[in-house]
């Protein structure tokens, strides 16, 4: 298994080769009709705050299980 470095949100991130850009397919938020990107005062709070917490410390990080999920 390889690992590499790439530049996301403004930071350099380490991956698993394998992983890199799988995060939206894997995500439950982009099949969620609550995720509004790009619009923080109306998206799901739970995922703009998570998006946030990404930003700020260089992270990617999926959700697999939400208890506001609703199906687009």
Wanted: charged letters at 30%.
């Amino acid at each position: 298994m390889g690992y590499e470095q790439y530049e996301h949100h403004g930071s350099m991130v380490w991956v698993r080769s394998d992983l890199k850009g799988k995060h939206r397919k894997n995500c439950l938020c982009f099949s969620c009709k609550r995720l509004k990107l790009g619009l923080p005062e109306t998206n799901c709070p739970k995922a703009q705050e998570l998006y946030e917490y990404c930003v700020k410390h260089g992270m990617t990080t999926p959700v697999f299980e939400c208890p506001d999920f609703e199906e687009m």
